[in-house]
């Protein structure tokens, strides 16, 4: 009984603190706060918030906790944060669960105070969490009426962009690419006199300012480039007789080793890493055989290149898991190829045929629906596809992407949602999404105002910018809020004769 008089004397005394709304100190609630209000990269796009709450509270067993996020929080109009409400049933001693919140695409550095309150058996108090929004970098990238390379920046996530800048020593910058370890150092790769993609420059504070331009010994045109840490990334080029050679940093992208053989591929199509540390290449060798090799040690070394049987060459690959893998290619006799693995690569299938078709790209839009890119063997167009539905293992018949002549790119954008994007019979920038995981495709699009569709990057599954050139000359840029549906009339950037390339550094 008395017992009973004190637990009844201390919700008493509780309930009377809530109707005068007295603040409740969260720290006494909170085990694990997954952000950190003091940085300007706390909210990440389509990353919940999730607060570990941990309660202490003795109470009736049959009381219940309810936490209660406010509804929204707008800013300039912009709708950033959504409410979510929990009920918990707590025991008569601790009770303790897991609370997401949703927000929209953070596009300030804002900070709000968040509204956290507490509900007892229907009396309520409450507490403010202060709550940083991150700034979105992105990067355009091109060339000017001068033959310039020209870049603009955003730390709005699009909303204005800076004026167009000069980088001394290249005609054109050609892509970008940031590490995701640290969203704003990456490096952005220029065209020499002769149109080579020779030249690397360094960003370290989100694409505002460069480094002046940077050479790889031996490499005579850089390709592609991937960040697997803070320090390591690997890059792939080709020296002066087009034979693919490879680099890798230890220090961000500021330097980067001599270019070095990747075994016997003489032709590194792809190159995909499982890990921070483990990787994939392939190609082919030069008796053209279609060949793979491992790495374990972020791209340094590299493993005695194997065989996969039939394979003339293959193209590319992708990774479902540590130890799912597919690959695409082609053999001089059967055409499209793909084989399977999976043991990680010690392994492989045999190479089913992929009718009608020679692989050019390979993209999954889930861990079974995929689609491949190629050239049609009967038109020679490169705009056909075919699709997976299983992993890989079997592949539907040839089909062409309707008023396609050719495809630049494919996109994920979200569980079964990809674009591509490309030219027409014109000649003109086109557009095709799909929602099925790349069975069907939508007919072929045109954004008003672009001329040349270059390229595309999304901030959220929702949110993209795409960029080109118009009839004019001019650099412009266009807005999708709907996955790449629909997109805005297209919108000059001054300063720009072409934009080659966008991307998000976060």
């Given at each position: ?124 108090a409450y507490d403010t969490l202060p ?124 330097t980067w080793a001599s ?248």
């Amino acid at each position: 009984m008395k017992n009973l008089i004190l637990l009844l004397s201390f919700c008493c005394l509780f309930f009377a603190c809530s109707k005068k709304v007295k603040p409740i100190d969260l720290s006494a609630f909170m085990t694990n706060l997954a952000i950190d209000p003091s940085s300007e990269n706390t909210l990440f796009a389509n990353t919940p918030i999730v607060l570990d709450l941990t309660i202490t509270q003795r109470s009736n067993p049959r009381s219940t906790f309810s936490f209660t996020a406010n509804d929204s929080i707008t800013y300039n109009g912009v709708l950033y944060l959504q409410g979510s409400t929990i009920t918990v049933p707590i025991n008569s001693t601790v009770g303790s669960t897991s609370v997401s919140l949703s927000y929209r695409t953070a596009q300030s550095n804002q900070i709000f105070n968040f509204i956290i309150s507490y509900s007892i058996n229907g009396k309520t108090a409450y507490d403010t969490l202060p709550i940083a929004l991150q700034k979105s970098y992105a990067v355009m990238v091109g060339n000017n009426s001068s033959s310039q390379g020209v870049y603009a920046y955003t730390n709005n996530g699009g909303q204005t962009w800076s004026n167009a800048q000069t980088i001394s020593g290249t005609s054109s910058l050609y892509n970008v690419f940031f590490n995701a370890a640290t969203p704003k150092k990456g490096i952005a790769l220029g065209v020499d006199a002769i149109n080579n993609v020779k030249y690397y420059f360094y960003t370290s504070d989100g694409g505002k300012t460069w480094s002046s331009a940077q050479t790889i010994s031996g490499l005579n045109s850089l390709l592609s480039v991937q960040f697997l840490s803070i320090s390591n990334g690997f890059l792939v080029g080709v020296n002066p007789n087009n034979v693919s050679l490879y680099s890798y940093t230890t220090d961000g992208g500021q330097t980067w080793a001599s270019a070095q053989s990747l075994s016997s591929l003489t032709t590194i199509n792809s190159v995909v890493f499982s890990s921070t540390t483990n990787g994939l290449a392939v190609g082919k060798n030069e008796s053209n055989q279609g060949v793979y090799s491992f790495t374990t040690d972020a791209g340094k070394t590299w493993s005695t290149a194997q065989t996969i049987t039939d394979f003339n060459g293959i193209s590319t690959l992708v990774f479902l898991s540590a130890t799912n893998i597919v690959v695409s290619g082609y053999s001089t006799v059967n055409g499209g190829l793909s084989s399977y693995s999976t043991d990680g690569g010690q392994t492989w299938s045999n190479a089913q045929t992929i009718s009608g078709i020679s692989p050019i790209g390979l993209l999954f839009l889930s861990a079974t629906n995929g689609v491949v890119l190629g050239y049609n063997s009967v038109t020679l167009l490169a705009n056909s596809y075919a699709y997976t539905t299983d992993g890989g293992k079997t592949w539907s018949n040839t089909q062409v992407f309707s008023g396609f002549n050719f495809i630049l790119n494919i996109y994920n954008i979200a569980s079964m949602n990809g674009l591509i994007i490309g030219r027409n019979s014109s000649n003109q920038g086109v557009y095709a999404y799909t929602i099925d995981g790349g069975k069907t495709w939508s007919s072929a699009q045109t954004i008003s105002g672009i001329t040349n569709l270059n390229a595309v990057a999304f901030i959220t599954t929702t949110k993209g910018i795409a960029v080109g050139d118009n009839s004019s000359s001019q650099g412009v840029c266009a807005y999708t809020t709907d996955g790449g549906k629909t997109w805005s009339s297209a919108q000059t950037i001054s300063g720009f004769s072409k934009i080659i390339y966008i991307v998000f550094s976060n």
